[in-house]
Structures are given as structure tokens and as C-alpha cells.
């Protein structure tokens, strides 16, 4: 029981932690802004035109806008099929953010249901969390050899359609954000991740260490 537990929280907490850190760098203005400098986007299309339209994208994204719309030359500067595709990725952000809401709410109920076991529980916690880091690593490993066909194969299995398939020719997304882009914004939320559920595996081996301490000091006076 205590093992389950231990292996049902840290999946829990591991994959929270994951949508949390991909969600918040979707709307990150200062990694935008890095990647556009880095990439030399800023001198291409112009600093006021990337904001703009980056600030739209950011500001659907986050639920602060009905519309995906940035007017340029009198229109808007989103094709349809960039309006199309945005409206997937806006449905799989809310799909997520619900997923990982209900997730925390369980953390918490399992949390409170296994309260005289937490010290004991949270050893098995952090040994799963650092089995499913090392999972998470070596699969990062092997999707950083070839990002695009890992790019193709997440676009695959997360959209029931082709508009991902955006043309250079008359998309400002594709444009502004090319593969080097997400492959960066990868390795952030790879990183963050990893960094969360480090210090967690650490607090939680701590507190486990500190249970088994107080255990073994208990036996050691029962027996003198």
C-alpha cells in the first residue's frame, strides 16, 4: 500500500509539474523575446510586428482572448489554417490545465487519506520520482538526436489533423517560431521539470530519512 501510494503520488506530481512548466512558458514573454533576438527574428520582420503578433498568440493561449487576431495591412494577419491549428493547440492547453487540476486534487486527497503514513510514504515517493526522472531523461536523450521526427510524431498523436502543416510561404507563426524555437522551448521545460521534481525527490528523502531515524531511535529504547 505504501509503495502504490509512493508510485500513484509521484506520477501524480511528476506529471503536473510537466504540464505546469509547459504551460507557463507558452506564455512566457521573456523566452519569446530571447528566442527572437537569438534567432535574429527581431531584424527580419521587425520588433513591433513579432510583439504584436507573439502578444496575440499569448494572449489566446491564456484565455484572455476569444480570437486569434493581429491586424496587418488592414486584415488579419493569421491565415485560416493558422486560426484553425491554434484552436487545437488552445483546446489541448485547457484539456491539460483540467487534467493536471484534477491531478493536484487527488495528490491532495491521497495526501490527506495516507497522513499517519507520510514520512513512510514520502521514501517510496522520492525513490518512483527519481525512476521517473531517469525515464524522463533518457527519453529526452533520445528525442534531442532527432527533434524533428519527435516534433512530427507529438504533432501526430496530439492533433486529429493536418493544420499543423503550416506553409513558410504565407504563416507568420512558422516564420517567427521555426523547429529551433520549440526544440530550445524543449530543453526550458525539460529542465524545469527536472529541476521540480529534484528538489522534491531531495525534501521528500529527507523526510523519509527523518521518520526512519526516529523509528530506529524508538526500537533502540524499547530494547534498553
Not at 143 to 155: Q, R
Request: net charge neutral.
Amino acid at each position: 500500500m505504501k509503495s502504490f501510494a509512493g508510485m500513484l503520488m509521484a506520477a501524480i506530481f511528476f506529471l503536473s509539474v510537466l504540464i505546469t512548466s509547459f504551460s507557463a512558458l507558452a506564455v512566457s514573454t521573456p523566452f519569446y523575446s530571447y528566442e527572437y533576438e537569438k534567432n535574429g527574428t527581431y531584424s527580419e520582420f521587425g520588433r513591433k510586428e513579432v510583439d504584436g503578433v507573439t502578444g496575440a498568440v499569448i494572449e489566446y493561449l491564456g484565455g484572455k482572448s476569444e480570437n486569434l487576431y493581429y491586424e496587418a495591412g488592414g486584415s488579419n494577419i493569421f491565415t485560416q489554417r493558422e486560426t484553425a491549428h491554434m484552436a487545437d493547440v488552445r483546446g489541448l492547453f485547457q484539456f491539460f490545465g483540467g487534467m493536471r487540476n484534477w491531478m493536484v486534487a487527488a495528490f491532495a486527497l491521497i495526501a490527506i487519506a495516507i497522513r499517519r503514513e507520510l514520512r513512510a510514504v514520502s521514501r517510496r515517493f522520492a525513490v518512483w520520482l527519481v525512476f521517473i526522472m531517469t525515464a524522463f531523461t533518457a527519453f529526452a536523450a533520445a528525442a534531442a538526436t532527432n527533434y524533428e521526427y519527435f516534433f512530427t510524431i507529438f504533432h501526430e498523436v496530439f492533433f486529429t489533423n493536418d493544420y499543423w502543416l503550416l506553409d513558410p510561404a504565407d504563416s507568420i507563426i512558422i516564420n517567427i517560431m521555426p523547429i529551433s524555437f520549440f526544440s530550445d522551448a524543449a530543453l526550458v521545460i525539460f529542465l524545469s521539470t527536472l529541476s521540480a521534481c529534484a528538489l522534491a525527490a531531495l525534501a521528500a528523502h529527507r523526510l523519509g530519512k527523518t521518520q526512519f531515524a526516529q523509528t530506529n531511535s524508538h526500537i533502540k529504547d524499547l530494547l534498553t
